[in-house]
């Protein structure tokens, strides 16, 4: 299976080039909020995600999907008055397919999968000013689910869910609003 999918990804533009449709590119900005939990830990943060992603379609229904992304954590350090005992960010990038299916003319849905190589840090409150960063890195697999407004041929709005999986039984789960620009 893992030799297969290269041979889609290099492949597909192939297609896309003899049936004589046009090469899209996308540029997509997104921001929202997502929080962090753990399995293995007593760790639960949220913060502010912020992710950019570069989609190269190989047609209207199937495209390469690349991004990174950011979470800076500690909301609940500050929901809690500083009675939590770790804050936790975490960033990395994005490497998966996404695939569309319109609804209407100016709408469509979406879902994108792949995986994701990313960094946690984990600051955790030994006592009052002792602070003790991990960190934990790691390949894992990511999902989302979104919805697209079209406005125009070239700009568009999306509101998406994004399941995370990060390193050492740690997950995330991102609600985000974005603009996308399509050339």
Not at 87 to 92: E, F
Not at 102 to 116: E, K
Not at 166 to 174: E, T, V
Request: aromatic share 14%; with cysteine; charged share 15%.
């Amino acid at each position: 299976m893992r030799k297969l999918i290269p041979v889609i990804v290099l492949l597909c533009p192939m297609y896309s080039y003899a049936t004589g449709q046009t090469i899209n590119h996308e540029i997509g900005v997104r921001f929202g909020g997502g929080t962090m939990t753990s399995r293995n830990y007593s760790d639960i943060d949220a913060g502010l995600t912020f992710e950019l992603g570069y989609n190269y379609h190989f047609n209207p229904y199937f495209s390469l999907d690349t991004g990174y992304f950011a979470n800076s954590g500690g909301l609940s350090y500050i929901g809690s008055l500083g009675l939590t005992h770790s804050i936790s960010s975490y960033s990395g990038g994005l490497l998966g397919i996404k695939a569309e299916y319109p609804l209407t003319r100016f709408t469509n849905i979406y879902a994108r999968g792949g995986i994701n190589y990313a960094a946690v840090e984990i600051d955790t409150r030994k006592s009052k000013d002792n602070w003790h960063t991990r960190t934990e890195r790691g390949f894992s697999p990511y999902i989302a689910l979104g919805t697209e407004l079209a406005l125009g041929k070239h700009f568009g709005i999306s509101a998406e869910y994004q399941r995370i999986e990060l390193p050492r039984s740690i997950s995330s789960n991102h609600y985000l609003m974005g603009i996308n620009f399509k050339f």
